[in-house]
T-cell receptor, first 114, second 110 residues
Framework: GAGVSQSPSNKVTEKGKDVELRCDPI?????LYWYRQSLGQGLEFLIY????????KSGLPSDRFSAERTGGSVSTLTIQRTQQEDSAVYLC????????????FGQGTRLTVV | GEDVEQSLFLSVREGDSSVINCTYT??????LYWYKQEPGAGLQLLTY?????DMKQDQRLTVLLNKKDKHLSLRIADTQTGDSAIYFC??????????FGTGTRLQVFP
C-alpha cells in the first residue's frame, strides 16, 4: 500500500476484554515496530520485527501483551485482559532496513479501556 | 541503558530560531533522527544524521551532533507557526531498534 495502515483507528473496550490491533506495513519493508504513546508521554518501544521474527520484544509491558507477524507483512498486537493503564495510542512503523532507514508511521490506534 | 532525553517544552516567537536539544546514552548508535508529530497526525521524519558526522544542514534545519557528550540538537531557523508540533529525537541501535526521546512540544507565538 501507499503507507502504513493501522486498524481500527479507535477502539473502546471494557476492562478485562481482549483486543487485537492490526498493522499493514508498506509493501517490501522488512522491519516493523510497535510503539505506545500514552497521553503526554513519549514513544515507548514495545517490539521490533525483522521479517517474521522478533529480535527484540523487550518493551512488551507484561505477558498480557503479544505480537505476531505473518508472511513478512501484516502484524497483530494482542492485549489480553485489558486494564485501564493500557489506554494509549498504539503506533506501528515500518522501514526498509531497520534502524538504518527512515521509519514510516501509521496514524495509530487509539485504545480506550473503560 | 537505553535512554533518550529531551526537554518537554519550548516556546519561541515567530521569526526567531528554535533549538531543540536531545541527549542519548548509547555510544554505538549509528543513526540519529529527528521526527515531527503534528496534532492528530503520525510521526514524520524531518532529518537524520549519521554518527560520523558533526553537522547536517537542510534548508531551515540544522542538526548538530556532539558524540563525545552524546548530545544532539535541532535548530529551526525563522520559525513559523506551522512549525508548532512535538519533535522527537531517536537513535538507532546496533540491533536496528529505534529508541525515541520523550518529545519536545514547540509552541510558536506571533
Amino acid at each position: 500500500g501507499a503507507g502504513v495502515s493501522q486498524s481500527p483507528s479507535n477502539k473502546v473496550t471494557e476492562k478485562g476484554k481482549d483486543v487485537e490491533l492490526r498493522c499493514d506495513p508498506i509493501s517490501g519493508h522488512t522491519a516493523l515496530y510497535w510503539y505506545r504513546q500514552s497521553l503526554g508521554q513519549g514513544l515507548e518501544f514495545l517490539i521490533y520485527f525483522q521479517g517474521n521474527s522478533a529480535p527484540d520484544k523487550s518493551g512488551l509491558p507484561s505477558d498480557r501483551f503479544s505480537a505476531e507477524r505473518t508472511g513478512g507483512s501484516v502484524s497483530t498486537l494482542t492485549i489480553q485482559r485489558t486494564q485501564q493503564e493500557d489506554s494509549a495510542v498504539y503506533l506501528c512503523a515500518s522501514s526498509l532496513q531497520g534502524g538504518r532507514a527512515e521509519a514510516f508511521f501509521g496514524q495509530g490506534t487509539r485504545l480506550t479501556v473503560v | 541503558g537505553e535512554d533518550v532525553e529531551q526537554s518537554l517544552f519550548l516556546s519561541v516567537r515567530e521569526g526567531d530560531s528554535s533549538v531543540i536539544n536531545c541527549t542519548y546514552t548509547d555510544s554505538s548508535s549509528t543513526y540519529l533522527y529527528w521526527y515531527k508529530q503534528e496534532p492528530g497526525a503520525g510521526l514524520q521524519l524531518l532529518t537524520y544524521i549519521f554518527s560520523n558526522m558533526d553537522m547536517k544542514q537542510d534548508q531551515r534545519l540544522t542538526v548538530l551532533l556532539n558524540k563525545k557528550d552524546k548530545h544532539l540538537s535541532l535548530r529551526i531557523a525563522d520559525t513559523q507557526t506551522g512549525d508548532s508540533a512535538i519533535y522527537f529525537c531517536a537513535e538507532s541501535m546496533n540491533t536496528d531498534k529505534l529508541i525515541f526521546g520523550t518529545g519536545t512540544r514547540l509552541q510558536v507565538f506571533p
